[in-house]
Structures are given as structure tokens and as C-alpha cells.
């Protein structure tokens, strides 16, 4: 029996190399999209062993019930990646309520019900492992993409608080944080070379790098409650704005 991945937003961008990456690995991939069925279908028939399975995260309840009918037939579900996220722009002087709560919803609330939905009811060889994808903005943030920042801080924080709470040393609750990797909001190809490049390294940060990242983290090797910076160095950095910004300046 192959062990199972479930990937949320798995049908594109990052997500989708992540999917690809458990693929190639051998495990079977639970591909989850929300408007993207295209996209989802093409990606499982490219795949050795994957489904699409699909719910609206800013439906907390929704998102319960498909861990718990996942977990109800999956023989070997042995990781949750929550990758999927909304990106919308307010800042610290004015917080638009709409983008705020769907933010939190999409980006923290659903994560942490379907982190807990798993870790309760799915049956895994070998220890289970949950993987919150966060962002640099944790180490490195900026007044820009308020609300998101503040849904990521919060996603950021069940990661301990979830591994605190585990009764089986084999279980594992991560955090994955990535800096820019892909073009963002309504970056051009041009800005998305620059601020990609704005870390201390100078070079852009690659989605495989962010897919071979989740496969060393399945393997529990890390002390669980911790987080992987996926950046370049960019949270290293102090940046005033969001590097989409700075590449416009």
C-alpha cells in the first residue's frame, strides 16, 4: 500500500510541485483544489497513484468533513500538507474586513480544523505528519498584504501548539515557510525576476525546493513544532514593503 499525501491548493503553482514531487516518490497524492478541476484532473492522470478531492476553505465545516471522509478510506494517510492560501492586498493603514476575514478563514481557521480532523482520525503507519506553509513574512514582515500577514502569523502558531499537544512522540507537526518563488498579484515577468532576487543570496528560491523541503519533513526526522525557512535568506532581511513593491521602486 502506497502511504497518502493530501495536498491542499495541490492542483496548482506550488502546490502542484509538491504533488508532483510525492508522485515521482511513490506515495499516493489527494490532490484538493477549489476552482481548479481542470487543472486537478490533469495533474492526478499525470501522476502513478493520486484522486482530486475538493471543498471551499472558507467553510470550516466543509473542510472537517473532507479529512474525516478521507481518513475513513485512506489505509496509510501518513501527511497533510496545507499549502493552499488567498492573497489579497490591504495594508496596516487600512484593513479591508472582507479580505481580513476571509484571510483568516482560508489561511488559519480551515488549516487548524483539518490539522486537527487528521491528526485524530487517520490511520498512518509509522507516525502521522501535518505541514503548515507559511511565509517569511513571519521573521520579515512589512506593512503590505495585511491581513494575510496576520492570517500566516496565526497559521504559524498552531504549529507548536498542535505538536504540544500530541500524545505520540511519532507524530509530527511542522512549519514550511517560503519567501517569493512565484509571480504574485499582478507582478510581470520582469518584476517577478527582480523581487525574486532580493534575498542574501540573490537568486530565486525554486518550488522543487519547496517540494523536496515537504518530502525530507514526511520523514520526521525534525524535532515536531518546528519550522523550515525556504527563502534565500530573505527573512533574514528587514524589508520596509513587499518585495513586489521594492521592484516597482
Not at 145 to 167: E, G, I, P
Not at 197 to 219: C, G, H, I, V, Y
Request: proline share 4%; with cysteine; aromatic share 6%.
Amino acid at each position: 500500500m502506497r502511504p497518502a499525501v493530501l495536498v491542499t491548493g495541490g492542483a496548482k503553482r506550488i502546490g502542484a510541485a509538491i504533488s508532483r514531487a510525492f508522485g515521482k516518490a511513490g506515495w499516493h497524492v489527494a490532490v484538493h483544489y477549489g476552482r481548479s478541476k481542470p487543472e486537478a484532473e490533469a495533474l492526478a492522470d499525470s501522476l502513478p497513484s493520486a484522486e482530486i478531492v475538493s471543498c471551499d476553505l472558507n467553510d470550516p465545516d466543509a473542510s472537517a468533513a473532507m479529512i474525516e471522509a478521507l481518513a475513513a478510506r485512506l489505509g496509510d494517510w501518513r501527511m497533510l500538507i496545507n499549502c493552499a492560501g488567498v492573497f489579497k492586498l490591504d495594508d496596516a493603514k487600512a484593513l479591508d474586513p472582507a479580505i481580513f476575514k476571509e484571510a483568516m478563514q482560508v489561511n488559519a481557521g480551515s488549516p487548524a480544523r483539518m490539522a486537527q480532523a487528521f491528526l485524530a482520525s487517520a490511520r498512518a503507519a509509522g507516525g502521522k505528519r501535518v505541514v503548515q506553509v507559511t511565509d517569511q513574512k513571519l521573521a520579515n514582515p512589512n506593512p503590505d498584504f495585511f491581513s494575510y500577514t496576520m492570517s500566516k502569523h496565526a497559521l504559524a502558531s498552531t504549529v507548536r501548539m498542535l505538536a504540544m499537544a500530541q500524545s505520540k512522540a511519532q507524530d509530527r507537526i511542522y512549519g514550511l515557510a517560503p519567501g517569493a518563488i512565484l509571480a504574485s498579484h499582478d507582478q510581470s515577468e520582469a518584476e517577478t525576476e527582480r523581487s525574486h532576487r532580493m534575498n542574501l543570496l540573490q537568486r530565486k528560491t525554486l518550488p522543487d525546493e519547496l517540494a523536496d523541503a515537504a518530502l525530507f519533513l514526511s520523514e520526521g526526522w525534525l524535532e515536531s513544532g518546528e519550522t523550515l525557512f525556504l527563502d534565500s535568506g530573505q527573512h533574514l532581511l528587514r524589508q520596509p514593503r513587499d518585495v513586489l513593491f521594492l521592484a516597482r521602486a
